[in-house]
């Protein structure tokens, strides 16, 4: 059973910076598209930033230049590095896997995001 556990959310002050983070077990980590969704209040989700499993990454862009995805292989987590964050980027942040080769998807129970001005 695919597990992805997110932690790092918090409150911060606009122009602060938050790291977030994504364990995942019960897959073959090297195998998955790890991506990063967020939900305000009221709104739909919406995809942040994928890394794909060879590393490749495509960010939405409302955070593009101020926001990085990683991934360390060795333990099996994503990291997502948000910098001079904005109000608007408050939100629930949420992490999914997508198998490339099984294609399954599995969710993370989110993390809240929220910043004050």
């Known amino acids: 059973q695919v597990q992805l556990v997110e932690s790092g959310g918090g409150l911060v002050q606009a122009g602060g910076s938050l790291r977030l983070s994504c364990a995942v077990s019960?897959?073959?980590?090297?195998?998955?598209?790890i991506s990063w969704y967020r939900q305000a209040p009221g709104k739909q989700r919406e995809m942040v930033a994928i890394?794909?499993?060879?590393?490749?990454?495509n960010y939405a862009d409302s955070v593009k230049g101020r926001t990085a995805i990683f991934r360390d292989d060795t333990k099996n987590t994503v990291y997502l590095q948000m910098n001079s964050l904005k109000t608007e980027d408050t939100g629930v942040y949420y992490c999914?896997?997508?198998?490339?080769?099984?294609?399954?998807?599995?969710w993370g129970q989110g993390t809240q995001v929220t910043v004050s001005s």
């Open positions: 019960g897959t073959i980590f090297s195998l998955n598209a």
């Open positions: 890394i794909t499993s060879s590393g490749s990454t």
């Open positions: 999914n896997a997508n198998n490339v080769h099984t294609l399954a998807t599995s």
